[in-house]
């Protein structure tokens, strides 16, 4: 008599596969860091792609973000009230003040490594800059919680309870964009299952040892809705207030969570 299983879980991977995803990661980790040090005012955010595609290329592994679903650079770059997706372009010229959000995945040995890094360029605006703390401090809180047996909306749960006191902690107003979250990852970037960044806990797949997600809150000054740009990539905050976004690939342990795609 079989018996239908009431509960998936995260598929674990070995630690040998744990290993050459990070491989892949800490390449990303590299590329941001280029990235970061070449970003500055009068730089566009296609020589910024370019600097990301060099460091990937030059370590072996491919952009994973190159050509998937047809997108034509190997970072994402968004800036200011971009949210997520923005195309590298020559038109994008950064300046002193700018909030710039740097998304980049590579491919390596079949593994992908997913990771993302907001930032100023120069002196940000008070409340710009609380925002993009307070959410680097809501990603380390959501990751916490990505240990063997909890369940996927824990994290969730983790991340919007964060946020909430986040709000306070740093003094801003806080908006979890909506419609936008993490995911699985592996051989693909996008693997199921969806992350919501909020939600209530206990709910969805059982996390095991090994399993692996890219946990990645988005944040907003002003507001929870977004519209996507007429090239079907950009997603903008609908007030155009600034937003956020970090993310890191992580794998859940017996020693406690692992990030796979640390930025030395």
Not at 230 to 257: F, N, R
Request: charged share 20%; net charge negative; with cysteine.
């Amino acid at each position: 008599m079989g018996f239908r299983r009431s509960h998936k879980v995260i598929r674990g991977k070995t630690p040998l596969e744990l290993d050459a995803m990070q491989a892949a990661g800490e390449i990303v980790g590299r590329a941001l860091q280029a990235v970061r040090a070449a970003a500055g005012p009068g730089v566009s955010t296609l020589e910024l792609d370019a600097v990301a595609e060099a460091t990937i290329r030059d370590a072996g592994a491919v952009p994973t973000f190159k050509g998937y679903g047809g997108f034509p650079g190997s970072i994402c770059s968004s800036v200011n009230d971009m949210i997520v997706h923005g195309i590298p372009d020559r038109e994008t010229v950064l300046k002193d003040g700018d909030l710039v959000s740097i998304d980049c995945g590579a491919t390596l040995d079949g593994w992908v490594g997913d990771s993302a890094w907001t930032f100023g360029i120069g002196e940000l605006a008070d409340d710009t800059r609380r925002l993009n703390e307070a959410t680097e401090y809501v990603l380390y809180e959501g990751i916490r919680a990505m240990v063997p047996g909890n369940r996927l909306t824990d994290i969730s749960w983790a991340l919007e309870a964060a946020t909430t006191a986040a709000s306070e902690k740093f003094g801003v107003p806080l908006f979890i964009v909506d419609g936008y979250g993490g995911h699985g990852i592996g051989h693909e970037m996008h693997e199921d299952p969806y992350l919501s960044n909020e939600g209530r806990p206990g709910k969805g797949p059982l996390i095991e040892v090994g399993s692996t997600l890219a946990i990645e809150p988005m944040l907003a000054l002003g507001t929870v809705d977004s519209y996507v740009l007429p090239d079907e990539w950009g997603v903008k905050t609908l007030d155009g207030s600034p937003a956020s976004h970090w993310e890191h690939t992580v794998a859940a342990t017996a020693e406690g969570p692992r990030i796979l795609t640390a930025r030395h």
